[in-house]
């Protein structure tokens, strides 16, 4: 099983990607948790470069980016250790450059469906997480985090609410495969939601 976590910053997917790993190796399942950008040496340094403050990057730049990383992960990762019958939890896949590139940047849809379709040799999740959270809590948790935010986190909120519109128009339009969690949840009860899902998913 193919799992995905997404949403905009501060959400809290990294938090709940970890507590599912371990419910999920808890419960016998073996587990693979990566993230994006990221996961292997080629993917690792993509995410120092798409990430470090200050840098400019064109939209169309950003894509080929994050699916040079993301080409890697599927290729070396993810797809190896679903053929190997392990559950995989991704933080961030091709919904996220949906968000960000095309609702957040502006670029094509299409385009950017033909990038990450050529990345993931058509690899898609089995279930995807949406974990959706209102831009002032987003920004108060970015805040308490100190003054170290990533190039993205220090884009301004016009931004992250265009991402954010752009993420519950992907679970619309995704119903069947996208399930919004309401991210203002604890995430013990986020956890208990999600691992029902998965329950219900497998049978």
């Known amino acids: ?3 995905t976590l997404e949403g905009i910053e501060g ?17 016998g399942h073996a587990v693979v948790s990566v993230r994006e950008p990221g996961g292997t040496p080629v993917g690792d340094a993509v995410r120092g470069i798409f990430l470090q403050p200050g840098l400019r990057i064109d939209p169309v730049g950003e894509l080929f980016l994050i699916n040079a990383s993301r080409q890697a992960l599927v290729r070396q ?4 250790a679903l053929e190997s019958g392990k559950v995989v939890i991704c933080d961030r896949y091709v919904d996220s450059t949906r968000a960000y590139q ?8 299409a385009d950017i469906d033909a990038a990450c379709d ?14 959706d959270i209102d831009l002032a809590l987003s920004y108060e948790r970015l805040l308490s985090r100190g003054n170290s935010h990533d190039r993205m986190e220090q884009e301004d ?11 519950l128009a992907l679970a619309e339009h995704h119903s069947s495969r996208i399930r919004r969690l309401d991210a203002s949840e604890p995430v013990e009860a986020l ?9 219900g998913a497998r049978r």
Do not use: C, N, W
Not at 118 to 131: H, K, N
Not at 157 to 167: L, M, P, T, Y
């Open 11 to 27: 959400s809290g997917k990294s938090t709940l990607a970890s507590a599912l790993a371990e419910a999920l190796r808890a419960a």
């Open 118 to 131: 050529l990345a993931t040799e058509g690899l898609d999740p089995s279930i995807t997480f949406l974990l």
């Open 102 to 109: 095309g609702y957040g940047r502006g670029l094509k849809m």
């Open 191 to 199: 956890l208990e939601r999600v691992v029902m899902h998965i329950a």
């Open 77 to 80: 990762v993810i797809r190896p």
């Open 157 to 167: 909120i016009q931004f992250h609410a265009r991402v954010r519109d752009g993420f």
């Open 1 to 3: 099983m193919f799992i």
